[in-house]
């Protein structure tokens, strides 16, 4: 197969990158390692930042999504039964986020890009990346049974944490930098009216718990739990009363109702500080991981698909690698400001601590002073709905 740009993944990141890329004009074609049903049904976070969705509606990808997807004007924070609510549009001029699962995303990406003839092999896993320092970089890959080539240009790692991507990066051309945090969290979806319209970050001295929703009929909550939790450890009995216990506020109520998807995600922060190297460019999971605190994981992985577009195409319409040099130093700007914001939404509303500790008055005194602080509340909701881009076209 010869392309212009070789992506391995169809997830968020190498999806949009595609479609982007087809806008102006750019040939891509895409491999990914699993199935359809496979990627069309992995449970991941919901949440998209304002850049995402106007990405999505720019490149008239968003009709699901305008339709099915709510968008949210504000976020409830608790801390040991009290609750406060920052609203984001106010403090933001205008930005919001919007809840619509990940997989849907993938799903109306994946229908899109088919439906323009684009090339997309499933179960076809990425065996060796070969000559990344030289014009004519090639994916080998399986499919069938059978071996392939991708001959292009260049190649767009968008494999994920686990993806060959990375490996096939030079030891010695990037740092490492990673955290493991000491908790994980329960995910559930469950078949219930979501008990709030907007979403619920809590505090308790029994441990962190998230309300967050997929639509009308959907509940999407989480619970924070040891590491070396299991699934089986938690009937559903015992999982809603621990939710209602942590996300209680006084004259609220949580709605209970049959458990139809539950796991177990562990937390890390991890990022390389170089994420090219050759022709071989590194988007999404493949290059940083943030604990889901605040839901960046896709939506920073669409910001660095923004960064590689720009670079394409300065490459194709003016023949320069110049904003391509530049990937990595500008799209890690904004991983390393989403790290912060998603370790600071991870210690302050996580129990690492004893309750009652210093470290525990330091998360209490943040807590409060969101409320005394319009200054502070702006920090976190500018954060939280996504710095905007200078442009993007
Ligand atoms: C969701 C997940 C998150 O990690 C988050 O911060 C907000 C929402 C979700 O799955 O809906």
Same mark, same amino acid.
């Given at each position: 197969?010869?392309? =212009? ?41 919901? #949440? ?53 699962? =990940? ?134 009995? =015992? ?53 889901? +605190?605040?839901?960046?994981? #896709? ?79 702006? +920090? ?14």
């Amino acid at each position: 197969i010869k392309t =212009q740009v070789g992506i391995i993944g169809a997830g968020p990141a190498g999806l949009t990158l595609a479609h982007w890329l087809k806008k102006h004009g750019i040939e891509a074609v895409i491999i990914e390692h699993r199935s359809r049903e496979y990627i069309q049904g992995r449970v991941r976070a919901g #949440l998209l930042e304002q850049n995402t969705v106007d990405i999505l509606k720019k490149l008239g990808l968003a009709d699901r999504l305008v339709k099915e997807g709510q968008e949210h004007h504000g976020v409830y924070l608790n801390f040991d039964g009290k609750r406060v609510r920052v609203p984001f549009g106010q403090l933001t001029g205008g930005r919001n986020i919007t809840i619509y699962g =990940q997989q849907e995303v993938v799903k109306d990406l994946t229908e899109a890009w088919l439906a323009q003839s684009g090339q997309l092999l499933f179960e076809a896993p990425a065996l060796e990346l070969e000559g990344i320092e030289t014009d004519s970089p090639k994916i080998h890959f399986e499919h069938n049974g059978e071996k392939g080539i991708v001959e292009c240009d260049f190649i767009a790692a968008c494999d994920g944490f686990h993806g060959l991507g990375r490996k096939s990066m030079p030891k010695d051309a990037y740092k490492e930098y990673s955290v493991t945090y000491p908790f994980s969290w329960l995910g559930i979806l469950a078949h219930v009216a979501p008990s709030s319209e907007e979403l619920i970050y809590a505090y308790h001295e029994r441990g962190f718990a998230l309300h967050s929703l997929r639509s009308e009929k959907v509940s999407r909550l989480y619970i924070q739990v040891e590491n070396d939790d299991h699934v089986d450890n938690w009937s559903d009995e =015992q999982i809603w009363e621990e939710l209602s216990v942590r996300l209680g506020t006084e004259g609220w109520k949580l709605n209970s109702g049959p458990i139809f998807e539950r796991s177990i995600t562990p937390m890390r922060s991890y990022f390389i500080d170089n994420m090219q190297h050759g022709r071989l460019f590194l988007a999404g999971d493949a290059a940083h991981i943030v604990p889901p +605190t605040g839901g960046k994981g #896709l939506n920073l992985a669409v910001a660095d698909v923004k960064h590689l577009v720009d670079g394409f195409r300065d490459f194709y319409e003016k023949a320069s690698m110049q904003v391509l040099d530049n990937y990595s130093t500008i799209a890690l700007k904004r991983i390393w400001r989403a790290q912060d914001f998603s370790n600071f939404m991870t210690t302050l509303f996580h129990k690492q601590y004893e309750h009652g500790s210093f470290h525990y008055q330091l998360q209490k005194a943040k807590f409060d002073y969101i409320q005394l602080s319009e200054a502070y509340a702006t +920090t976190i909701a500018e954060n939280y709905v996504g710095l905007p881009f200078e442009s993007f076209d």
